[in-house]
């Protein structure tokens, strides 16, 4: 039976298709059939795109165009970069992205923005998570303030009825890791790191470093994702 997670952030900016990516090359890895999906983005321009490099982490399974069935090119909330083309968020198509994909073992769901952030003007990446029924990895950033940021959206995550699975800091930036100042980003995310666990010794906390491949240690993550709600 298919399963899926849903890959969401603190904030914008916080490394989540680098999770992704890292997520769903794991499971190909392990034998599985993998498909990705980003129900919209925005910022959509020349280059490769995020909704390309997911397809091709998930093995080129399943047709490309089926990955993000709505783009827009403003760099924008996805309701503003729709409204510059004159266009509209097509919430149907939101709650409908994973037919697609039930064929596989295993769908990765990237948001857009923050967990909280607007996806539509009735719908939230939370309100999302919720209808498709899927948990929530939680993405932060190594940079000052993550254990406040981690913390506060995984109680917010649940004080809305999501189930977050786990934890990922994703190093967006590479940090010196000789750099021993107080200061320092790499000081700063071991500590903050440690901290974190301590904390949420209940979820499963992973740290995916600058251009890694995989997230460590490793998290079993079929076993962290929710039976596909195709209704």
Known sequence: MASGLFISGTDTDVGKTAVAVAVLRQGVAAGLVCRACKPVASGVGSGVSDATRLWQAAGSSGPEEAVCPQAFAAAAAPEQAAAAEGRQVDEALLRTCLQPHAGADLVV???????????????????????????????????????????????????????????????????????????????????????????????????????????????????????????
Request: charged share 20%.
């Open 109 to 231: 769901v990237e948001g857009a923005g923050g967990l909280f952030s607007p996806l539509s003007p009735t719908m939230l990446n939370a309100d999302l998570a919720r209808e498709l029924g899927l948990p929530v990895v939680l993405v932060d950033t190594a940079r000052l303030g993550l254990i406040g940021r981690t913390l506060a959206s995984v109680t917010a995550a649940r004080a809305v009825g999501l189930t977050v699975a786990a934890v990922v800091i994703s190093e967006v930036t590479a940090a010196d890791e000789h750099d021993e100042a107080a200061d320092s980003p790499a000081v700063i995310a071991r500590a903050s790191l440690a901290d974190i666990r301590r904390r949420l010794p209940d979820l499963p906390i992973g740290w995916l470093g600058h251009n890694a491949n995989r997230v460590k240690p490793l998290i079993d993550w079929q076993q962290s994702a929710a039976p596909l709600a195709l209704g």
